[in-house]
């Protein structure tokens, strides 16, 4: 691991524990292991003394559970001792395929179910636990993040709630408004962004890519997500371009104004592959309407790129646009929740995010700084550099 000579350096700040609640389980299985086999290997100048004595183990995870009665109300329970443990806690609110037992109905899982889980693991920790970071890929209430009229402010609320309860740090991967973070100034709040193994999952599924302004560009569908796209163009050293939402104010469907067009700003895309990169896909409404945009001006293949796919509506409107021509991949992180029948799909690439979590938590399980985890510009770099090289 590219983190050792740093980590030998250091004494972790509690033994390592994870908790994935149920509906992140699978993922924190992967994580765990790639601690087990990392810390398997690592031989620390104090391995054999009583200060590292539960630093290498079988597991990291600790047993935790979320128990219904029947009326539906739920208790946080944790199966084993967490005193002075260093806890990660991990939660994926968008799960939408758990289901509990309500007065003999079967109720599926909501975001608010999930936050509601965590809280209770936290509760049940009891504060003996030396630190509790939470890391909670999709940031739960993100959407809801700003005031336009006289509305509640759930996501400021959620996360002055978790650092009410004892937490630490949270940890979040592409948060719709980084902005949010002001709600708790005096706490750890990191957002992270996947551009590297979106880069890395294009290039390793995509041959004979070329990598430049006459080839290739970057889109933001809208103006809320230049940040993002910007950063990607600039690490890969391409133009810029962005659609803009015009919008009927006149009117509410669903609980926002419903768009009339989509308008774009930048330089021709005509026979230019281009990444259409966005935080989340919902029902993809916006992602297919901005792709066949950018169709009717003869941009060559389209990849969409989302940290967050939660498919809303299905993923018929998908199937039909690559059956058109008007995408050539789609690519989201398993951060949430994957169904089968995504991972089936000839034009889905899937970005494991596992390794990139395993990485954050060994590291600042011995106090050391991520920030070079959180911008990945060298590693975007080198992997540019090894493709180019193998396809030249």
Not at 98 to 116: E, I, K, R, V, W
Not at 126 to 145: C, D, M, N, W
Not at 322 to 347: A, S
Request: hydrophobic fraction near 40%; charge should be neutral; charged fraction near 25%.
């Amino acid at each position: 691991m590219a983190n050792d000579k740093r980590l030998l350096q250091t004494l972790p700040t509690g033994a390592l524990g994870l908790i994935p609640l149920e509906s992140f389980q699978e993922m924190g299985e992967k994580v765990d292991k790639y601690l087990v086999k990392w810390r398997a290997k690592r031989e620390h100048q104090l391995s054999d003394t009583i200060t590292l004595n539960s630093y290498k183990r079988s597991t990291y995870i600790v047993e935790a559970d979320c128990p219904r009665f029947g009326s539906g109300e739920a208790k946080g329970v944790i199966k084993e001792s967490v005193r002075g443990y260093d806890l990660y806690l991990m939660v994926d609110v968008t799960n939408h395929h758990m289901t509990y037992s309500l007065c003999g109905h079967t109720n599926l899982m909501s975001p608010d179910d999930h936050f509601a889980d965590l809280k209770r693991i936290i509760a049940a920790v009891g504060g003996k636990a030396r630190r509790i970071t939470v890391i909670i890929p999709f940031l739960y209430e993100s959407r809801q993040h700003k005031r336009t009229s006289r509305e509640s402010l759930d996501c400021a609320l959620a996360l002055q709630d978790l650092i009410y309860m004892g937490v630490d740090n949270i940890i979040t991967f592409d948060a719709h408004d980084p902005k949010v973070q002001n709600a708790i100034p005096l706490k750890g709040f990191d957002t992270v962004q996947p551009a590297y193994q979106f880069i890395k999952g294009i290039l390793n599924n995509v041959k004979g890519l070329k990598i430049d302004n006459d080839h290739m560009m970057v889109i933001s569908p809208d103006e809320g997500g230049t940040n993002r796209a910007i950063y990607l163009a600039n690490v890969l050293g391409l133009d810029m371009g962005m659609f803009y939402k015009r919008r009927d104010y006149s009117k509410v469907i669903d609980g926002r104004n419903p768009i009339v067009a989509h308008e774009f700003l930048g330089a021709s895309v005509e026979g230019k592959d281009v990444l259409i990169i966005d935080d989340m896909i919902s029902s993809g409404d916006s992602m297919i309407d901005v792709a066949t945009e950018l169709k009717k001006r003869k941009a060559n293949r389209i990849f969409m790129i989302a940290t967050f796919g939660l498919f809303t509506n299905g993923l018929e409107k998908f199937d039909k646009a690559y059956e058109d021509g008007i995408i050539y991949r789609l690519l989201t992180t398993n951060l949430t929740w994957q169904d089968e029948e995504l991972l089936k799909k000839p034009y889905y690439i899937n970005c494991d995010m596992s390794k990139y979590i395993a990485y954050i938590i060994d590291t600042l399980n011995h106090d050391v700084s991520i920030s070079d985890l959180l911008d990945p510009y060298d590693r975007i770099y080198r992997l540019l550099d090894r493709y180019r090289k193998e396809n030249s």
